[in-house]
């Protein structure tokens, strides 16, 4: 058991062997797996892994970071940072582009991005995850590799790139709030948004 346990890699695939050992015990007909509720699992465990380092960030790391000694810092900011970074910004793609295709197959995408009846909710949902993975991308990751010395640059840019990743970064702690009560309203609770259909 340690020997799955050790590896990252063979931790997740023990998850999907268990995934797969339950759903064959409890009867399931793999012949009719359907793609929408298949991209809707997908969609929700990139969705976690996303939202979880955003949290994660915002939550543990920018607060620890003033209590951390200064000869300890490059430890988090040339190890760990970058290898979070990483699985961050895959994270919110993958999230984006399973939820697109989910929307496709359900035949709610137009509806929802237009904020048409009865897709309002999930749509603004939408609309703010797109927002969200463009700051991720095109603002955050940017500004992160300048303040973590990846893209070599002067010290007053540097501070500025690392206020600048960390704003944006509470931007999306901020919009994560909504984001996910919209996505989880939508499916479970349509009757808040009746009015407004």
Known sequence: MSSILTSLGRT???????????IL??????????????FRWIHVMVGIMWIGLLWYFNFVQIPSMPKIPDEQKPAIGKVIAPTA??????????????????????????QAFTLQAPFRAIGLGMWIALVMAFNVWFIIWPNQKRALGIVAVEADVKAKSARTAMLTSRINTILS?????????????????????
Request: net charge neutral.
């Open 25 to 38: 015990a409890l009867g399931a007909n793999l012949s009719s797996i359907e793609l929408p509720f298949l």
């Open 85 to 110: 970074l990483f699985w961050f910004r895959w994270a919110a793609l993958f999230t984006v582009v399973s939820g697109l295709i989910l929307s496709i197959l359900n035949g709610y995408a137009h």
């Open 177 to 197: 709030v909504p984001m996910l009560f919209l996505m989880s309203a939508q499916s479970h609770n349509t009757s808040w948004f009746v009015v407004v259909s």
């Open 12 to 22: 997740v695939l023990a998850g999907f062997v268990l995934l797969v050992l339950i």
